[in-house]
C-alpha cells in the first residue's frame, strides 16, 4: 500500500512487511497507534514517525539503496518529526568488545559499511528538517517469523525434522536479542521524553554460538541435541570471533533493558513455529 501525497499517518514503517518491522507494526497496532508499512514500492505522505527497519543483504547498489539512499529520500519525503533508523551492531566489526556506542567503527562487510553510510545520511536529513533521530544498534536478532537463512531458523528447520545441521565449532560468540525486546525499545523512542542519539540494542551477554544452539535444541526435543555437527563446516573469511553489546547508555537514558532469557528466547521460537517435540 502506498499511501498519497497529502495523507499523513502517525507511523510509517519501511520494512515493516520484513521479520523486525511486522512485529514492530503488531506492537503499534496492539496499541491503537495507526501505522502504515511499505516496502520497495515506496511511501508517498507524510508520517509522524518514520521507522526504517527495511534491507537486507545484498551487492554494493543493492545495500546502498536499502540502508542510505532510500530513508534519506523518505525522511525528505515524510518529514517527521521522530525518525528511528535500524542499523547494526555490524558497524562495529574487529572493534574491541564489549561495542560502545561512543566507540570506534571498524565495519568489515559491505553490509556494515552501509549500515554505517545509512547512519550519517539519516542524522543528515533529518538534521536538515530539525527532526529527532534514534539511531539503534541491533545485536543478533531472532525471533519467530525470520527468514531462513539465517543461523536459527536454518537449524531449527533441520532439527525439528530430525536432520543433522552441519554448523562451525561455534566457538564465535554473539549477543543474542529476542525480537521482542527490540520492538520494546522501538517503542520507547517514540516516547517524547526520550532523548534523542545511538543507542545499542542487545543483552550485553557473550555467548558462544555452540551454546546457542544447543539452547535451541534443547527447546526442541531431547534427540536434537545430537544432530548439532559442530565442525562441519568452517568459519567464514574475517568473521569476528566476539561480538557483545555495552547496554548500559540504553538502560540509564531510556530505561530499557532486555527482559528476554537466551532459553526463554528458544522456547518462544520454537513453540510459535509448532515444532516443538514432546520430553520423553
Known amino acids: 500500500m502506498q499511501a498519497s501525497s497529502t495523507s499523513e ?26 501505522s502504515l508499512s511499505f516496502g520497495r514500492e ?7 514517525t518514520l521507522i526504517w527497519c527495511a534491507g537486507g543483504r545484498g551487492d554494493a547498489a543493492e545495500l546502498e539503496a536499502a540502508h542510505v539512499d532510500q530513508p534519506f529520500r523518505h525522511i525528505e519525503s515524510a518529514r517527521p518529526g521522530c525518525v528511528i533508523y535500524l542499523s547494526s551492531a555490524a558497524v562495529y566489526g574487529q572493534a574491541p568488545v564489549p561495542f560502545v556506542e561512543s566507540g570506534e567503527l571498524v565495519p568489515t562487510d559491505g553490509y556494515g559499511q552501509a549500515k554505517w553510510r545509512g547512519e550519517q545520511a539519516v542524522r543528515a536529513a533529518a538534521l536538515r528538517i530539525g527532526a529527532r533521530v534514534f539511531i539503534l544498534r541491533p545485536a543478533v536478532v531472532y525471533g519467530p517469523g525470520q527468514r531462513p537463512g539465517m543461523l536459527l531458523p536454518s537449524a531449527l528447520a533441520s532439527l525439528s525434522k530430525g536432520e543433522p545441521f552441519d554448523t562451525t565449532e561455534g566457538s564465535q560468540t554473539r549477543d543474542f536479542l529476542e525480537v521482542s525486546d527490540l520492538v520494546r525499545l522501538v517503542l520507547r523512542c517514540r516516547e517524547p521524553d526520550a532523548p534523542p542519539g545511538v543507542y545499542n540494542a542487545g543483552r550485553g551477554d557473550e555467548v558462544s554460538v555452540r551454546a546457542a544452539l544447543q539452547a535451541l535444541a534443547h527447546a526442541v526435543g531431547p534427540e536434537a541435541r545430537e544432530l548439532l555437527r559442530f565442525g562441519a563446516r568452517p568459519m567464514r573469511p574475517g568473521e569476528p570471533m566476539r561480538y557483545v553489546l555495552a547496554t548500559e547508555k540504553a538502560h540509564l537514558e531510556l530505561g530499557w533493558q532486555a527482559e528476554v532469557s537466551l532459553e526463554a528466547g528458544m522456547r518462544r521460537l520454537v513453540a510459535a513455529t509448532g515444532d516443538a517435540v514432546p520430553a520423553s
Open 9 to 34: 499517518v502517525a507511523v510509517a514503517i519501511g520494512g515493516g512487511r520484513g521479520f523486525i518491522g511486522a512485529h514492530v507494526e503488531r506492537a503499534l497496532r496492539a496499541s491503537g497507534t495507526e
Open 42 to 48: 515506496g511511501f508517498g505522505g507524510r508520517a509522524q
